[in-house]
């Protein structure tokens, strides 16, 4: 397709006209159209266009004076589309589509809501959420800017050039201030850059809430209700249209059990304060969902190595048909898949480098989510689509794990008893994905738990499974594609040592291993290396145990546990509603013979009991709890439909 003309306008334009300026409806959409076919000033002739399409087409960007100010839907799905700045020349628009544009991220979505103050659709939804977390944002990046001001100006000399003070300061303001998550970065910085340089134009005037742009009362005050900070019984007359200030969910300080410095002299127990508690995996949006089970959570890696902020705060949430992204900092939902009836078991992250059409290369972080269906949904989460599924398994899918070293390679473990590695390949220039089938590794009964051995990751995969703890050879340099369990490891001596549930399992470290269910009310310690060194030739092998680690004396089943590696922390939830936690470094470096009894937790954070609308949530069960890397967020996930959120303090 060329250049537009007036003629191809006026036929695919309505009402039937031959004026341009009569004009109030365009349909340009599946034309192949570049963003230089789109002319200014042969469109600046639309007076009267009120609903544009242009859908379906290869626009890399909007020209910036297409002089449409009377535009009110603006349709740009399927485009290549990298930035959405150009969009604020249509200060009248009330509709939006973007849908189908993989370059476009969080961040860009929360820059339309702030240049289209008249905005009431995106994607067909309503808009009013993503405002009012525009709107939080924006009163809490006003306010660390200016207090950036006040610290900057009592920092300088009076020698110093007002000018040159002034072009020091924005540029102090964009690289120190900082706000929410990674994922949100490129919007905060764009917004620090343009409310520091708003101060040093008003020359440092106080800015007010009056100076963010507003939208109806109507707008601002509603919010999605999958993804509000609540978590509590709310009796079934609760309308759900209350002023955000009504549902703000409070909570006393954890209660703490355990040593205050730490089981048997280890390092001084670190201090969590409950910070957030959602009810964002709701069926059917209701606040009187208190029964949806949430099953896995992960943080995404933080992909940029050696950036200054590259701890990860963003973590992965599953359970009932849902899929959430939050950001643990503010609370926010950045992201949330529905998939009706769905009901999710896991979640795991990879980072893919895509080529787009025009040759450039970006990094994409993909989500990968699996459950009862027996499918696999990857979603581009800063894009916000699900861009492949793989239909993995006739059965549900218990468990997935992406490999540490190929980040294509993905593990699933299916109620089949079949554990299969798929290479998920990159996508296409259509953004599809073409997964193979690489091994299939077979099982004797559930596998729960998968975990690639830490310093041979390539060689061998670990698996908790309801029979046992299980290990295969996964090199693909043997020829064949369909293998058995080659060793069976075993907690204890005598007859009754296998056929163990192991519902939990992960790596310490390089070498050690926690690993829960074969022992009621302990986890068990375990080195890898020792206990491969003495396998021999045998089947079944008893692990080497370092130690074992006190917990619930419960008898329900499939609490997960996970570890953070960095800190040498071992987390686990129970039926009370605790987290358990454990900073087993003291005990690996401890000499034998290991203590009699297990050793105690670090600490127990007791449940904090939310309260919200005078309402507590008294008692529930953890399923899982993770922390991200340096263990500044730990999230715990429920099965009342609460997601947990603690900060280190």
Known sequence: MGPLSARLLMERGRPKTDRLGKIRSLDLSGLKLLSEHLDPKLLSRLKKLQELDLSNNQLETLPANL????LRILRCA????????ALSQFPQLEELSLEGNPFLTVSDNLKVSFLLPKLRKVNGKDASSTSSQVENLNRELTSRVTAHWEKFMASLSPEEGAEKAQEDFVRSAVRDVHYGPESLSEFTQWRVRMISEELVASGGTQMHEADIP???????????PGARPVA?????????????????????????????????????????EPLHFLQCHSKNDSPQDLETQLWACAFEPAWNEGHTRATSQTVATCGGE??????????IVLHKYKAPGEEFFSVAWTALTVVTQAGHKRRWSILAAAGLRGQVRLLHVRAGFCCGVIRAHKKAIATLCFSPTHETHLFTASYDKRIILWDIGVPDQDYNFQASQLLTLDTTST????????????AYLLAG????????NVRLDQPQKRRVCEVEFVFSEGSEASGQRVDGLAFVNEDVVASKGSDLGTICLWSWSQTWLGRGSRSTVPVVVLARLQWSPTELAYFSLSTCPDEGIVLCGDEEGSVWIYDVRHVLTQQPPLPAAPQAPTQILKWPQPRALSQTVSKTMVNTVVANPTFTYLTALTDSNIVAIWKRC
């Open 465 to 472: 499974c309801e029979a046992g703890c299980c290990c295969w």
């Open 78 to 85: 399927n485009n290549q589309l990298g930035d959405v700045t």
């Open 67 to 70: 002089g449409l100010s009377h």
């Open 214 to 224: 507003e939208k109806s009362l109507k707008a601002t005050a509603a919010q999605e």
């Open 322 to 331: 849902a899929v959430c992204v939050i950001d643990c900092q503010t609370g």
């Open 447 to 458: 596998p729960l738990r998968l975990c690639p051995v830490a310093s041979c990751p390539d």
């Open 232 to 272: 509590s019984k709310r009796p079934d007359d609760v309308p759900l249209s209350l002023s955000p200030s009504k549902r703000v969910c409070t909570s006393p300080p954890a209660q703490v059990e355990g040593h205050p410095m730490g089981s048997g002299g280890s390092q001084p127990a670190p201090k969590l």
